[in-house]
């Protein structure tokens, strides 16, 4: 199907559902510049200069051992202060204002979906922008991280500052959880974008969906998922909302910035 005949079948579906939720991943954020440090080109390259993958040194234990490396890289690789939303982010949001879209469920810690304006986000991975110490639990923002310090200290007990991200060998959390699962069953249409699928448990979350509306799938690869869709776009999924809002008049003054 072409991807002009597929976005006019999103858009029906749109208009026919009662509540609709999105989930997505790393490539909703690609299109803003922010590499997937899961691909091929992000996994060589980390080991290549730090002699180990990308899933060990954002594990918790790495970050226990290790704080020092795992600054150096979060800082090179994970933090990118200067994206901006995307048509996708910016559709999301719109769709929300509209009050067709009730959830924005991510795996992405970036906080770009709050940039372009959504405002129920579910972040089950976390967020680069909210920190915390150790030790006396006192909160911070991003900019003592982006300070350079080599081991982020806490302003009123010297603790170490850890980001509030899940790494890996930690679990999601439960309030975000259950919240994201709700939100999921009470859906009558799910529109997955930007994720092959293959992360857990994150990935499993769609197991809850029964809407009849639909599944609609938005990814420039092939998921596991995509036998059980009823639709499928291979496609860039900014481009996808780019052509998705133009069958909204009404978007245009506000998703053209």
Known sequence: MAVKDSVQQLYNGLLTCKKAVFFGGAGVSTESGIPDFR??????????????????ILSHTFFVKHPDIFYQYYRNYMLHPSAVPNAAHRGLAFLERQGVLTAVITQNIDGLHQRAGSRKVLELHGSIHRNYCMDCHQSFGLDIILRG?????????????????????EALDETVLSQSISQIQEADLMIVGGTSLNVYPAA??????HGDVGLVLINRDETPLDGRADLVIHHKIGEVFQRLLDFYPSSQSTTSE
């Open 39 to 56: 691909s091929e080109s992000g996994i060589y390259r980390t080991v290549q200069e730090y002699g180990v993958p990308p899933e060990e």
């Open 149 to 169: 310090d080599p081991l982020p200290r806490c302003t009123r007990c010297g603790g170490l500052i850890k980001p509030d991200v899940v790494l890996y060998e």
């Open 204 to 209: 499993g979350l769609l197991r809850y969906f």
